[in-house]
């Protein structure tokens, strides 16, 4: 049995994603430049040329991004033995 995959559309896989020819098993490491959904086509061949497919959605979500600052935060100067509050 071999397995080959394309895009639905019949173009080649994003370069991040790899199928093995003989386990089918997928493989690769998406970056948040490939966020979106892929719509894949899977097809396994047997020794007869025999051939199945399906199709499946794999859906590429953003990880957790660090948080940004939306404006600096300005120094601060608190005086010993008093409260001191900053929001």
Do not use: H
């Not at 199709?55 to 948080?67: A, G, H, I, Y």
């Amino acid at each position: 049995m071999q397995y080959r995959a394309y895009l639905e559309d019949g173009s080649r896989l994003p370069s991040w994603l790899r199928l093995d020819a003989i386990t089918g098993t997928f493989s690769g490491k998406p970056s948040n430049n490939d966020i979106g959904e892929y719509f894949i086509k899977v097809m396994a061949l047997d020794n007869y040329y025999t051939s199945a497919y399906d199709v499946f959605k794999l859906s590429v979500l953003n990880d957790n991004d660090s948080p940004k600052l939306s404006s600096e935060i300005p120094d601060q100067t608190a005086l010993e033995n008093s409260p001191f509050s900053f929001t």
